[in-house]
C-alpha cells in the first residue's frame, strides 16, 4: 500500500499563498486532495488523473494541482485564500472504484496538514 506524507501547511493572511506537497511512495493515480474542518464532512478539493485536472467549484480559479512524476509528488498551489478555505488538507490516493471526489473510493490517505486563513 502507497504512504503519502503531506508538507506545505500553515498559517497565512487572506489573500495569500500556500503551497501543498504529498509524496508518494510509489507510483499512483489518481492523487487527489481533500479538506475538512471540524464538525463537516470530508470534501474533495482537487485531483489529478491521467495529467486532467478536477477541482471543487469552490476552488476553481484560485488552486492549481499539479504533478512531479518522477518524484511520485503532487502539489496544490493555493492562492488567493479566503478563512473559509481553512482546514485540515488530506492527500489521498489508491482509488480502485467510485467517484473522484468520493471520500469512501481511496484507501489511503496521508496525515493531514492544516491550513489556516486569517481574516
Known amino acids: 500500500q502507497v504512504q503519502l506524507v503531506e508538507s506545505g501547511g500553515g498559517s497565512v493572511q487572506a489573500g495569500g499563498s500556500l503551497r501543498l506537497s504529498c509524496a508518494a511512495s510509489g507510483y499512483t493515480s489518481p492523487m487527489t486532495w481533500f479538506r475538512q474542518v471540524p464538525g463537516k464532512e470530508r470534501e474533495g478539493v482537487g485531483s489529478?488523473?491521467?495529467?486532467?485536472?478536477y477541482y471543487a467549484d469552490s476552488v476553481k480559479g484560485r488552486f492549481t494541482i499539479s504533478r512531479d512524476t518522477a518524484k511520485n509528488t503532487v502539489h496544490l498551489q493555493m492562492n488567493s485564500l479566503k478563512p473559509e478555505d481553512t482546514a485540515t488538507y488530506y492527500c489521498?490516493?489508491?482509488?480502485?472504484?467510485?467517484?473522484?471526489?468520493?471520500?469512501?473510493?481511496?484507501?489511503?490517505w496521508g496525515q493531514g496538514t492544516q491550513v489556516t486563513v486569517s481574516s
Open positions: 489529478i488523473y491521467l495529467g486532467i485536472t
Open positions: 489521498a490516493a489508491d482509488r480502485p472504484f467510485g467517484g473522484i471526489f468520493e471520500v469512501a473510493a481511496y484507501n489511503c
